[in-house]
């Protein structure tokens, strides 16, 4: 399974229990209730999918927008 900006939107609006158009690109998802198990579930769905990345990475940069561009790069280094 590939990831995609959407699949990333839709995972962590998934996690937040919100609709994925409520989820705006730049907002700080901590400051929005995302906790740290949640922040652990998209890890592991996203190494499911292929994605390598680690719970401080998306922690440092928690938006849709920061966390779609290390996807995408590390799918990039993957390809």
Known sequence: MSLTHERVR?????VLS????????DEN?????LDSIRVMSLVERWRAAGVNTTFIELAERPTVADWWRLI???MEENQ
């Open 10 to 14: 839709e995972d962590v609006a998934d």
């Open 18 to 25: 919100e609709p994925p158009a409520d989820i705006s690109d």
């Open 29 to 33: 998802l901590l400051d929005r209730g």
């Open 72 to 74: 995408s790069d590390r």
